[in-house]
């Protein structure tokens, strides 16, 4: 089972969205022993502590905005304008959408025979299948401490940066 390290967790400058930066080690086992890592990227995480969904009762009804009346889904009819919903705010796992994100990059690079580091750092070397390839940027993404999404001092986001883990 892979295991990673977040070496940095941050906003990336130019669009405001979570930065992170990862280390993969093959094993738990590997990285223990301090062994080098075998993959570093860095991750523009477009995630937020809260989305919108349509209200819905008990039943999975959804509610109209128009007359706060419940309609059941399964009498909508195609080719018919859906009325407009009442939304409201629901609180999102951001720790579960950083952790996926790394699981689902990490399958690709297996995948892939990605090694290196896959920063967009021309000045690092990044290996496909033991090959070096040249990456698209010659310098590093600007970050910084800013967190306009207010998800920087989660304490869950706190204990993903402070606390290395396994990946499925």
Known sequence: MP?????????????????????????????????????????IMQLRPTAQQVVTNDDGWMKRFSDGSFIDPDTLRENVPLPVWVMEDVPVDVRAGVLKNVENYWRIAQ?????????????KPFLVDGVLRRQHKAE?????????????????????????????
């Open 3 to 43: 295991y990673v390290q977040f070496a940095e967790v941050s906003t990336h400058r130019p669009t405001g969205e979570l930065y992170c930066l990862v280390h993969f080690w093959p094993t738990k086992a590997s990285f223990a022993a301090r062994e080098p890592h075998v993959l570093t990227n860095d991750f």
């Open 111 to 123: 995948a892939n025979n990605w090694t290196g580091d896959h920063t967009n750092d021309n000045s």
């Open 140 to 168: 590093p993404l600007k970050r910084d401490a800013s967190d306009p999404h207010n998800l920087l001092a989660r304490s869950d986001l706190v204990d993903v940066k402070k606390n290395p883990r396994d990946i499925p």
